[in-house]
């Protein structure tokens, strides 16, 4: 943990460097793109907040965790290219141990 001083830094850090991993504004376009769809066809079965809330819930959760299973199987490649060398699996800020 760092010095108080240094919290706001690190978790500010922390959050750039989550948001890198798991390519969010990437994993959010694909779960409102899944959830038109949702929409469309489930208004049968009835469209309510808790519904949507748990659909979107759980598509950016898939989503952003196979973002992260793509950069921690592809690390290794990335290091080699250069618009890749600075991702956090490669720079080592997040380490798949």
């Known amino acids: 943990m760092p010095e108080i001083q240094d919290k706001d830094k690190y978790y500010r ?25 949702f929409y469309f066809y489930a208004p049968l079965g009835g469209v309510g907040l808790l519904n949507s ?9 898939v989503a952003m965790s196979s973002q992260v299973f793509g950069q921690i199987a ?11 060398e600075t991702r956090p699996m490669v720079t080592g800020k997040f380490t798949s141990k």
């Open 74 to 84: 592809e690390a290794h490649q990335d290091k080699q290219m250069k618009r890749t």
């Open 13 to 37: 850090q922390l959050y750039k460097n989550l948001m890198d991993v798991t390519k969010f504004k990437l994993s959010l376009l694909n779960s409102i793109g899944a959830y038109s769809m």
């Open 53 to 61: 809330g748990l659909f979107l819930f759980a598509t950016q959760s």
